[in-house]
């Protein structure tokens, strides 16, 4: 039997050695190592052996199957380091030479100016709302009713709004104000929620306006909110997002669904107060427009006025970035120009 383990070793480690991939290794440890194999067809008959013939003859054995397996391992190694650095000098690169340019998208000024706008908001507490509770395609209940807009009112003529064929009396959102009234139908005060998207109006195209653009609606309600908290909002978000020195100012003015009304103007930086044309020859660009929510308003979505006011803002994401950046045209952001967009 010791002979047997011995033609069995020096067979197995000749096949080892002839060996030419990891295939015929996997063969040669079918063909000796498995269950079925050779060497475990010896160790079977062991067990008829004297106590003496099994201490020899067993010990032979483990000691072929040791050899033969770190035989397999060495020779397993050696395959795959050959096929290793075949590969790396099949692939293998000239790092000196210079890289192929690959073309980047950027973010687009007014995403990167939304979401600007929207983490300082939110760093003063406001939430924003889901998308769906916002829609852009919108009900004149919503866009106008709810808003406490007379059926009379300029704004819903067809030369100001635009009338979708969807349904009747369904329009393009002319402010995201929607936002707000559907957010107090269905929540219950306090509440503080901020509304981006985008809002479109029949405007005559200038180097300020256009008839499609972006908007930031903010609803603040709560017991005891008083002008002097919008305020304290705006003005800190000013402060925040052009800095402490921006020169600023406020108008009174007026809109159905706020009273008091204002809007909020800041220096033109393209002619720092001096007049120009994006300005108009002002010297400054209106860049939001607020006040308290008008009582219609809050009766209207159920809230009781006598115990809860509130305040409400929208802010214009263009002209923000206009006066940011120094644009002094409006239609760039819509143009698709690569020369403007490249620079951001």
Same mark, same amino acid.
């Given at each position: 039997?010791?002979?047997?383990?011995?033609?069995?070793?020096?067979?197995?480690?000749?096949?080892?050695?002839?060996?030419?991939?990891?295939?015929?290794?996997?063969?040669?440890?079918?063909?000796?190592?498995?269950?079925?194999?050779?060497?475990?067809?010896?160790?079977?008959?062991?067990?008829?052996?004297?106590?003496?013939?099994?201490?020899?003859?067993?010990?032979?054995?483990?000691?072929?199957?040791?050899?033969?397996?770190?035989?397999?391992?060495?020779?397993?190694?050696?395959?795959?380091?050959?096929?290793?650095?075949?590969?790396?000098?099949?692939?293998?690169?000239?790092?000196?030479?210079? $890289?192929?340019?690959? *073309?980047?998208?950027?973010?687009?000024?007014?995403?990167?100016? &939304? +979401?600007?706008? %929207?983490? /300082?908001?939110?760093?003063?507490?406001?939430?924003?709302?889901?998308?769906?509770?916002?829609?852009?395609?919108?009900?004149?209940?919503?866009?106008?009713?709810?808003?406490?807009?007379?059926?009379?009112?300029?704004?819903?003529?067809?030369?100001?709004?635009?009338?979708?064929?969807?349904?009747?009396?369904?329009?393009?959102?002319?402010?995201?104000?929607?936002?707000?009234?559907?957010?107090?139908?269905?929540?219950?005060?306090?509440?503080?929620?901020?509304?981006?998207?985008?809002?479109?109006?029949?405007?005559?195209?200038?180097?300020?306006?256009?008839?499609?653009?972006?908007?930031?609606?903010?609803?603040?309600?709560?017991?005891?909110?008083?002008?002097?908290?919008?305020?304290?909002?705006?003005?800190?978000?000013?402060?925040?997002?052009? $800095?402490?020195?921006? *020169?600023?100012?406020?108008?009174?003015?007026?809109?159905?669904? &706020? +009273?008091?009304? %204002?809007? /909020?103007?800041?220096?033109?930086?393209?002619?720092?107060?001096?007049?120009?044309?994006?300005?108009?020859?002002?010297?400054?660009?209106?860049?939001?427009?607020?006040?308290?929510?008008?009582?219609?308003?809050?009766?209207?979505?159920?809230?009781?006025?006598?115990?809860?006011?509130?305040?409400?803002?929208?802010?214009?994401?263009?002209?923000?970035?206009?006066?940011?950046?120094?644009?002094?045209?409006?239609?760039?952001?819509?143009?698709?120009?690569?020369?403007?967009?490249?620079?951001?």
């Amino acid at each position: 039997m010791q002979e047997k383990l011995n033609n069995i070793y020096k067979s197995a480690s000749e096949d080892i050695e002839k060996a030419q991939s990891g295939a015929d290794l996997d063969e040669i440890k079918l063909k000796y190592l498995s269950r079925k194999g050779e060497l475990n067809s010896i160790k079977k008959g062991i067990k008829d052996l004297s106590v003496e013939e099994k201490k020899v003859v067993g010990s032979l054995a483990n000691e072929i199957s040791n050899k033969l397996e770190n035989a397999l391992s060495a020779k397993y190694k050696e395959f795959y380091q050959k096929e290793l650095d075949a590969k790396l000098e099949k692939e293998k690169i000239d790092i000196t030479l210079p $890289g192929k340019y690959i *073309p980047r998208g950027k973010e687009h000024p007014l995403t990167s100016t &939304t +979401e600007e706008i %929207v983490k /300082i908001f939110r760093t003063l507490g406001f939430s924003q709302i889901p998308t769906a509770d916002a829609p852009e395609v919108e009900t004149e209940y919503f866009n106008f009713d709810m808003l406490n807009v007379p059926k009379d009112h300029p704004a819903r003529d067809v030369q100001d709004t635009f009338y979708t064929k969807i349904a009747p009396f369904t329009v393009l959102r002319s402010q995201t104000s929607n936002a707000q009234i559907r957010t107090m139908e269905k929540m219950k005060p306090p509440i503080r929620i901020i509304a981006p998207g985008r809002v479109y109006r029949n405007e005559t195209l200038n180097a300020r306006k256009n008839n499609f653009f972006h908007q930031i609606e903010g609803l603040y309600v709560d017991k005891g909110v008083t002008f002097g908290d919008l305020k304290g909002v705006l003005n800190e978000f000013i402060r925040s997002y052009f $800095g402490a020195a921006r *020169p600023t100012r406020y108008r009174s003015s007026f809109f159905p669904f &706020t +009273e008091p009304s %204002v809007e /909020i103007d800041v220096q033109c930086i393209m002619c720092e107060g001096k007049g120009c044309r994006t300005c108009s020859g002002t010297g400054w660009l209106e860049v939001l427009g607020a006040g308290m929510v008008d009582v219609n308003v809050l009766k209207g979505v159920g809230i009781d006025p006598d115990v809860y006011t509130g305040f409400a803002f929208g802010v214009g994401v263009e002209r923000l970035a206009m006066l940011k950046y120094a644009i002094n045209d409006i239609r760039l952001f819509f143009n698709d120009d690569k020369r403007f967009l490249e620079q951001f």
